[in-house]
């Protein structure tokens, strides 16, 4: 049957967000389109940092190894005061959430956006309109009409779709032309923002660093090929032209890295946001990351957040397009991710809270507290293995029940697998859509499963027979599957194709 559609998805914007939107949908076989006003990926680095959750969504596109390829992993991120001696320190080294991959991550954004540009490729169906601009956007109950304009040639096109998703950033057109408005704080501090390249004998201070100084609160660390990255709070009076001014970027960095050593690619001024649209979704318009939200920057979480949407939203569109599901699954879009943007955005300005001590006496009272509070071993743990971090969790949405219950709603462990003697990550096994993974999965799920089309992982037991037919079987050379199934005494899950538990054994009846 013909389309009334010249696509499925247009998708407004083609930076990390967006690109990663693009490629989800690819792998989830919808058609879709990618605007981009400009060019070319963008050559300045702005974004630098993701976690371990990223990866495993980069990993769901298919491109983990490509973006991964060229990032840095610190070992430890260290807070400091003004006399440069740490009073916390996260051991990054010695945390692991289960995800597949170090919790944190620095990234060249040039080299990402390339790299997940590249990834269309592999799909007919995923076409990228780059110097192309959104001029007007409509809609009625059976899809969009966007009117585009090409930056050279001024000519304007009309594409007709089922879904317009806004990826288009901060200063988002299609919220605008959605009528969404944001709520929330705009920070008055500025900061500057330099990124450079620092061949490694010139650095000076090779750990991760929140400079606690009252006097001039600061980010330093080292970053993904060769590069170092500096944001420090302007004092009042500071100008831009003197701040951006090789001699007091030399003066900032001197502490840090050998100044005659290195190479400015980046100084900017910036100031940062706490703010949230009203709602993420108008009719047959969704809005992503920062067009839906935008947090401080002191958990590293922007981008995170945004590739959290995609991951969220993308298959859900998917399912709704090749009917397996109905219109009300995509208002869980906003229903599962604004509580948790919201909580991570939270715990950033708390953060920030103890970050940007401006008084000597309070930051004097802030560090031996700090120090003196972490002398207790359950607070140490706490501060050493980051768990002040919000977790990924779902607290009602599509799940079985609607609502979280037991492991119902958190994002399933990502462990090593053995397939056939060969070693892989766990979601390289699950395929693309919903999966059953337990040792209970039998040929007898598979042939009784009556939900979408789903991948059956059996987590196999010492000494079990092959259950045949369409099971996948896998060894757990590491009894981690086996200690999460048995601390939660299930045999069996459901989990969606972002990897979040769905339901537990006979909960996947409910999938409809």
Not at 235 to 262: H, K, N, W, Y
Not at 279 to 308: E, K, T
Request: proline share 6%; hydrophobic share 40%.
């Amino acid at each position: 049957m013909s389309s009334p559609f010249d696509v499925d998805v247009v998708v407004i914007g083609c930076g990390p967000v967006g690109a990663l939107t693009a490629n989800l949908l690819g792998r989830h076989g919808v058609r879709t389109l990618v605007v981009e006003r400009g060019t070319a990926p963008h050559r300045q680095p702005r974004a630098f940092s993701c976690d371990d959750e990223a990866l495993r969504i980069y990993q769901l596109a298919g491109l983990r190894d490509e973006v991964a390829a060229d990032m840095y992993a610190p070992t430890i991120v260290e807070y400091v005061g003004a006399s440069a001696r740490p009073f916390a320190t996260i051991a990054l080294d010695e945390i692991d959430f289960g995800l597949g991959a170090e919790p944190l991550h620095f990234f060249d954004q040039p080299i990402l956006e390339e790299a997940l540009r590249k990834g269309f490729d592999r799909f007919s169906h995923v076409e990228l309109r780059t110097a192309t601009e959104l001029v007007e956007l409509t809609q009625d109950a059976d899809g969009v009409t966007v009117v585009l304009r090409d930056v050279d040639s001024g000519r304007h096109t009309t594409v007709r779709a089922g879904y317009a998703l806004g990826c288009d950033g901060a200063r988002s057109a299609i919220r605008v032309e959605a009528g969404i408005k944001l709520v929330g704080t705009s920070y008055a501090e500025p900061w500057l923002a330099v990124t450079a390249d620092v061949p490694p004998e010139a650095v000076r201070v090779p750990e991760t660093q929140f400079v606690c100084d009252w006097r001039r609160p600061g980010f330093v660390s080292p970053g993904a090929i060769g590069t170092h990255r500096f944001e420090f709070m302007l004092q009042d009076g500071e100008s831009v032209d003197e701040m951006t001014s090789p001699e007091t970027i030399d003066r900032l960095a001197a502490r840090f890295v050998d100044p005659a050593r290195m190479r400015v690619t980046r100084a900017v001024v910036y100031t940062f946001h706490h703010v949230v649209a009203e709602r993420w979704r108008d009719g047959r318009v969704f809005l992503l990351g920062d067009a839906a939200h935008q947090m401080p920057p002191f958990l590293g979480q922007g981008l995170c957040s945004g590739l959290r949407d995609a991951a969220n939203l993308t298959w859900k569109l998917a399912m709704v397009i090749q009917g397996h599901g109905s219109d009300a699954l995509l208002d869980t879009y906003e229903t599962e991710r604004r509580p948790h943007t919201e909580e991570m955005a939270t715990t950033s300005v708390r953060l920030g809270r103890v970050f940007l001590v401006r008084k000597r006496w309070a930051a004097a009272l802030r560090d031996a507290a700090l120090r003196t509070i972490q002398t207790i071993p359950r607070v140490r743990r706490f501060v050493r293995h980051f768990e002040f971090k919000p977790l990924p969790t779902l607290r009602a949405g599509f799940l079985a029940g609607g609502v979280r219950k037991g492991p119902v709603g958190v994002m399933f462990p990502q462990p090593f697998v053995t397939v056939d003697g060969s070693r892989r990550l766990l979601d390289d096994v699950l395929g693309t859509g919903f999966a059953l993974v337990g040792p209970d999965v039998s040929a007898q799920t598979a042939a009784t499963w009556s939900g979408p089309p789903a991948t059956f992982v059996r987590v196999l037991k010492p000494g079990a027979s092959p259950a045949g037919g369409e099971v996948v079987e896998v060894g757990d050379p590491d009894g981690l599957l086996k200690a999460w199934f048995d601390r939660n005494r299930v045999g069996m899950v459901v989990l969606r194709p972002d990897r979040f538990v769905y339901g537990t054994d006979p909960g996947y009846t409910a999938i409809e």
